[in-house]
């Protein structure tokens, strides 16, 4: 049943509107035509958002996410309910051979975290729903650490199983992917939105060589880190990771569960952070694993090293100048670069998805007066602009989607809660 707006804030109503209307009858696409299938990551956000008036079209949505699941563990990053033209790359260009078909990689690993979030929101409810998923949740962060975590940090073999997907960070390592330059293409993104919003041709081209590749070895997981033409370690799945191993153990002990096996991998991973740690520029950093060349790159995934709990004070001091710079944090890359792109997706907006992860870690450090400052950035954002999928961090101008999903998921679960009595206060 769906719970009508009593809040006084019509935002709220809105919110639950917009995740109404992306639902497709069991899963939640980001938004309509850009993104018209259900995304791992983003799919989790959705589960959070409905869990806030609809807990069993929440579970209902974690449940078919992990239906998709592999044999190996691996939760894929887009699971092709129905075949929708407006998308490209879809499941043929993947060679997907799963049914219902799927991408070959992966995306961040959210699911435990914002399960526990669901538990502590409704814990009678819940508990069934985590014991049928708890060996699933297992599985894949066993498939993490065994087949991303081989020199200690997360490695990525695709920039989009990041989700940060064209970040500054990976452009070193996509300098060394090979093109086809006779194997033509047509995009989709960018009938769906400004093209100046999206990744360039240069990226797209290689992207889409990473895809051949996986392809030509069925998406081998030793293949692709081994011989694949892209590899790099990620800050950004790293800290989701561990933070995620965190509640898993945090779950399992909840179950009665034995967890030392976990809490073994989450001191793996742990002791790998040491090998991001970029000691001349003073944060954690993205690197090459084909050269070990750290990528020189600051930006958000780094400060979701708050979100797992870690802070260096180095990187405290980037994180303060960083937010200086903008009147809505936290861009997605520095502003003092020569990379920075306030409105080209992952290159400078601000995404209040992310703000919500690492605004979840610095209330968790007791660090709230940060925290309470993204979360009025964020709701402001949101309420000059709507639910869009990123903003430029300078003026607030939305960007990307319209009617996104994760946005309306995070106003109703962090940044939007009490919005109303607050400015009522203020006035």
């Not at 970029?278 to 990528?295: C, H, V």
């Not at 009147?327 to 997706?345: L, T």
Request: proline share 7%.
């Amino acid at each position: 049943m769906t719970v009508q707006n009593t809040s006084g804030n019509p935002l709220d109503q809105a919110a639950r509107d917009v995740l109404l209307g992306n639902d497709r009858g069991g899963y939640t696409i980001p938004t309509a035509r850009l993104y018209p299938y259900q995304w791992n990551w983003d799919s989790m956000f959705s589960a959070w958002g409905y869990a806030s008036f609809d807990m069993e079209r929440a579970w209902q949505e974690v449940h078919l996410l992990f239906a998709s699941q592999w044999d190996t563990g691996m939760v894929p990053h887009i699971i092709f309910h129905k075949v929708d033209p407006d998308y490209f790359p879809g499941p043929k260009v993947w060679g997907a051979t799963h049914e219902p078909p799927t991408s070959g990689i992966s995306q961040p690993p959210v699911a435990a975290t914002l399960i526990r979030k669901m538990y502590e929101m409704d814990p009678e409810a819940s508990l069934p729903h985590i014991k049928a998923l708890y060996p699933k949740l297992v599985a894949w962060h066993d498939w993490w650490i065994r087949e991303r975590c081989k020199d200690g940090p997360v490695a990525i073999i695709h920039p989009w199983e990041s989700g940060r997907d064209n970040c500054p960070d990976w452009d070193l390592g996509m300098e060394g992917v090979p093109v086809n330059e006779d194997d033509p293409y047509l995009r989709r993104d960018t009938t769906h939105v400004q093209e100046t919003e999206r990744p360039q041709k240069w990226d797209y081209d290689r992207y889409l060589a990473i895809l051949a590749f996986g392809c030509s070895v069925s998406w081998d997981d030793r293949e692709m880190v081994e011989n694949g033409p892209f590899l790099m370690a990620d800050p950004g799945i790293s800290f989701v990771l561990l933070r995620a191993f965190s509640d898993l153990i945090a779950l399992g002990e909840l179950l009665g569960e034995e967890t030392a096996g976990l809490q073994a991998q989450e001191s793996k991973l742990r002791a790998g952070l040491d090998k991001m740690w970029n000691a001349e520029k003073g944060w954690f950093d993205a690197y090459d694993l084909r050269t070990g060349r750290f990528a020189n790159v600051l930006g958000s995934g780094a400060f979701l090293a708050y979100f797992a709990g870690v802070s260096r004070p180095a990187q405290d001091a980037h994180f303060a100048r960083i937010w200086d710079k903008v009147s809505y944090g936290i861009p997605s890359a520095d502003p003092d670069s020569e990379r920075f792109e306030p409105r080209r997706y992952w290159r400078g907006p601000t995404w209040p998805v992310v703000n919500s992860l690492i605004a979840m870690g610095l209330k968790d450090m007791g660090r709230t007066e940060a925290e309470a400052r993204l979360r009025d950035e964020t709701a402001r954002l949101i309420e000059k602009g709507g639910f869009w999928e990123y903003y430029d961090p300078m003026d607030g101008t939305p960007c990307g989607g319209a009617s996104f999903g994760w946005t309306a998921a995070v106003w109703l679960t962090w940044c939007g809660q009490g919005r109303a009595a607050q400015r009522a206060g203020k006035e």
